[in-house]
């Protein structure tokens, strides 16, 4: 598609406007507005939505996502809205999860993009699982793929677990697959958690001392970490929760300076919905979350792939449905 001068000129300045928090030149926002023009023209025409998580770009946030936000939200998202199409700017289970839940919409990912935690586990070590301690309910965090969902009693995510958890009469659940995050949860709860194995590779890189450095230097800083950190590092934090959680904790503390133990996406919102909140200390990428591309939303929208489009067995999916509804109506 071609655009005028004036029309790149006007989306340029729109996409200047938020972009110029993160460090981004009006220059190089007028090198992405023919794309972000056209993926905005063609969601209209499509009847399509984007969802882009936390942890994406800030062109993709800004440019072209019409909901941002953390697993949780952007699930009950995917779940309501009317819309015909979804393009999943995120990892690919959080497109599975989307499809599990409106299985009648058109659900595309950009790119196939994995995830430490999803990748620790498999179906067969679900059913392992259920073979060695038979009768014990299995949480599951949302980060794991749709067959490892269908084997589960209930999903979970970051902002919900402890509840999950607690919903149970039982004293003892099977949490997978997040090691760390268990080790946060039993910390919290009186019930007793069977672990799986698995860590996300970007949250166990943060370590107790960056944070003790910090509080040195910055007297009255608010730390706030996700739960997939180790509990050496949440046990010294102001708050331990999801994404949203986080944003949700600045947008309310009147403190000026934040500490944010997660992945850089975080800090992007920050500095471009909060700017008078200033950011200290160093974040991590996640290289999965950053596998997404505006090129690669404009494919979905144009001319998808096969791997762009989540199809999921429907026997997996009816299961993992079970699983990802009992989430819903527990998180209520
Ligand atoms: P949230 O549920 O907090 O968005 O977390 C998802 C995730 O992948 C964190 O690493
Ligand atoms: Fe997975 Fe960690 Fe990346 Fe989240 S940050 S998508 S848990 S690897």
Not at 271 to 300: R, S
């Amino acid at each position: 598609m071609s655009y005028t001068k004036q029309q790149l000129q006007k989306e340029t300045l729109r996409l200047f406007e938020k972009l110029k928090n993160v460090n981004w030149s009006q220059e190089d926002c007028s090198l992405i507005a023919h794309m972000t023009l056209e993926i905005n023209e063609l969601k209209k025409e499509q009847n399509a939505i984007i969802l882009a998580h936390s942890y994406q770009t800030p062109d993709i946030m800004y440019g072209v996502a019409d909901f941002i936000g953390d697993s949780y939200g952007l699930s009950k998202i995917a779940a309501e809205h009317d819309a015909e199409k979804i393009v999943f700017c995120s990892v690919h289970f959080m497109g599975e999860t989307a499809k599990i839940l409106s299985p009648k919409k058109k659900v595309l990912v950009p790119d196939v993009a994995g995830c430490s935690l999803a990748e620790s586990i498999t179906a067969e070590d679900v059913r392992e699982l259920k073979r060695k301690y038979p009768n014990v309910p299995i949480v599951t965090y949302i980060n794991t793929s749709a067959e490892v969902k269908a084997e589960s009693d209930v999903c979970c995510t970051s902002s919900n677990a402890l509840k999950i958890i607690e919903s149970f009469d039982e004293d003892k659940i099977i949490f997978i697959p997040d090691r760390l995050m268990g080790e946060n949860l039993q910390k919290r709860t009186e019930k007793k958690l069977i672990f799986w194995h698995g860590t996300c590779i970007v949250h166990e890189k943060f370590d107790k001392k960056a944070i003790e450095d910090i509080r040195t230097k910055y007297v009255g800083v608010k730390i706030l970490a996700h739960y997939e950190c180790t509990s050496s590092v949440t046990d010294s934090v102001d708050l331990v929760g999801s994404t949203a959680d986080m944003l949700n904790y600045v947008k309310k503390n009147p403190a000026d300076n934040y500490m944010l133990i997660t992945e850089c996406g975080i800090t992007d919102r920050v500095k471009t919905e909060f700017p008078d909140k200033n950011i200290v200390g160093t974040c991590q990428l996640c290289p999965f979350m950053k596998q997404i591309n505006l090129g690669q939303i404009l494919m979905a929208l144009k001319n998808p792939n096969k791997k762009q489009i989540i199809n999921i067995p429907n026997d997996i999916l009816q299961r993992a449905k079970k699983s990802l509804d009992k989430m819903m109506e527990l998180s209520k």
